[in-house]
């Protein structure tokens, strides 16, 4: 039988970064519990063809910043008089047509506040991916309606190798961490080559993301040290 995860299709440059992870005995459980998902019935988001969906639109060589997200929406929305899942394989970010989650409205509120920029009618945040943003879960697939659900698959190893590889082997990338449980990814990350940005989750739960200037803050960071910055307002 053919296991879905291994038909997803990842650059090669990202493959030989992460070759350790994809050859660890973690990774091979991670696909079990994916598999025996699927044999059971479950609707799982985002769609296989999505679930590395950051790497297969960030390119390698071009990244300047990853944004980390805990888990995909685990929710469904009409569009077009057909359900459609929240979760696209991007941290914080959702199909066009799927209405505009409240975390990602603060993001848009922010990004107004502190850049000017008019917020989109979209929650689609695939272009930033295509200029070097990292748009990462840290946990990539979940049961629908059932948050954390596949917290047990070990996808957590997964990416906190990706955090680990990405400092190792790149320079001057900017890590944002929003929230406590991002803040706790902070010692994977080398601090005296990358900014590592914090601030609370941008939840309405929360308090403080707003007045955070953290697009500000990355994009001073990347042109102190020759890069351009990131043209957030592309969406």
Not at 159 to 176: N, P, Q
């Amino acid at each position: 039988m053919n296991i879905a995860l291994d038909r997803i299709k990842i650059p090669n440059d990202w493959k030989e970064l992460l070759r350790d992870e994809f050859l660890s005995p973690y990774f091979a459980d991670i696909k079990a519990h994916y598999v025996e998902a699927l044999q059971k019935g479950e609707i799982v988001f985002p769609k296989p063809k999505d679930i590395f969906a950051a790497f297969n639109l960030t390119p390698l060589d071009s990244l300047k910043v990853v944004i980390l997200g805990q888990d995909p929406y685990h929710g469904s929305a009409m569009v077009n008089g057909e359900l459609a899942p929240q979760a696209m394989g991007l941290s914080f970010s959702v199909p066009r047509g799927v209405p505009i989650p409240p975390s990602l409205k603060n993001i848009y509120i922010e990004l107004s506040r502190s850049l000017h920029i008019i917020p989109p009618t979209h929650g689609d945040l695939s272009e930033w991916a295509n200029q070097g943003v990292l748009l990462l879960n840290a946990i990539l697939s979940v049961r629908a309606n059932a948050p954390a659900s596949h917290k047990h698959f070990g996808w957590e190893s997964f990416t906190d190798g990706v955090i680990r590889a990405l400092s190792l082997h790149k320079e001057h990338l900017v890590f944002m961490l929003w929230g406590n449980y991002a803040k706790k990814k902070a010692p994977l990350i080398d601090g005296t080559k990358h900014k590592i940005i914090t601030a609370p989750h941008p939840s309405p739960l929360a308090q403080g993301f707003v007045g955070s200037n953290v697009f500000v803050e990355a994009n001073n960071y990347l042109a102190t040290h020759g890069q351009q910055p990131i043209a957030w307002e592309q969406l």
